[in-house]
């Protein structure tokens, strides 16, 4: 069975602080994506980024970074010099592929981030 | 841009009431998902579809029903509401048939079952 694991509930950081969520991932499947959304008070999930699992190159956007490593089966995401507007739930998410054939994705129990001024 | 439109953002049922949720989405994609979310939950997903009149059970069916009957259109039903199905609903779509397509969500619907 498909399993996604955010261990950390809730993180609550200082403006400027740097902070990494954790997203830890089960699969029998030998291709598969993994994807971050984000979840502003709004309540509209907004998708930030899909990786392949064939490509274990880390990922930059601006103050956003992502890390690969299928070895720890682990997809963390840091952002760098946080600032308020990055308050929000974040979810990690695990697509099926062609063992499992699940066609939808599988969702973490998300992590709350709280960016303090 | 795709947009996930949901029909209500807050509902008020009773126990009992048979509850329709409806999701539109006006991209032309195969795939339609309705999720609940709940506190330390994440998403867990309730049903899906992969063309119009099919739906596969997801993880947490029971209790409810889907209908599909145009491509834009996926509905979630509630056949008796309970307090149990007090949740916020997510409907989100996605293109393709491959495994890797992201989704497009609605901004959910609050369902209050008193």
């Known amino acids: 069975a498909q399993k996604v694991t955010q261990a950390q509930t809730e993180i609550s950081v200082v403006e400027k602080e740097d902070v990494t969520l954790d997203c830890v991932y089960e699969?029998?499947?030998?291709?598969?994506?993994l994807f971050w959304y984000k979840q502003p008070p709004s309540g509209e999930l907004v998708f930030l980024i899909r990786?392949?699992?064939?490509?274990?190159q880390n990922e930059i956007s601006g103050r956003y970074s992502w890390n690969f490593q299928k070895s720890t089966s682990s997809f963390n995401f840091t952002i760098t010099a946080s600032q308020v507007v990055d308050s929000a739930v974040y979810f990690c998410?695990?697509?099926?592929?062609?063992?499992?054939?699940?066609?939808?994705?599988?969702f973490g129990s998300g992590t709350r981030l709280q960016v303090q001024p | 841009d795709v947009k996930v439109t949901q029909s209500s953002r807050y509902l008020v049922k009773r126990t009992g009431e048979k509850v329709f949720l409806e999701c539109v989405q006006d991209?032309?994609?195969?795939?339609m998902f309705w999720y609940r979310q709940d506190p330390g939950l994440g998403l867990r997903l309730i049903y899906f579809?992969?063309?119009?009149?099919?739906?596969e059970k997801g993880d947490i069916p029971e209790g409810y029903s889907v209908s599909r009957e145009k491509k834009e259109r996926f509905s979630l039903i509630l056949e008796s509401a309970s307090t149990n199905q007090t949740s916020m609903y997510l409907c989100?779509?996605?293109?393709?048939?491959?495994f890797g397509y992201g989704y497009t969500f609605g901004s959910g619907t609050r369902l209050t079952v008193v």
């Open positions: 989100a779509s996605s293109s393709g048939t491959d």
């Open positions: 990786r392949n699992s064939f490509d274990e």
């Open positions: 991209m032309d994609h195969e795939n």
């Open positions: 699969t029998r499947d030998t291709t598969y994506y």
């Open positions: 579809s992969y063309d119009v009149k099919m739906k």
């Open positions: 998410a695990l697509s099926g592929g062609l063992d499992t054939g699940r066609r939808a994705l599988t």
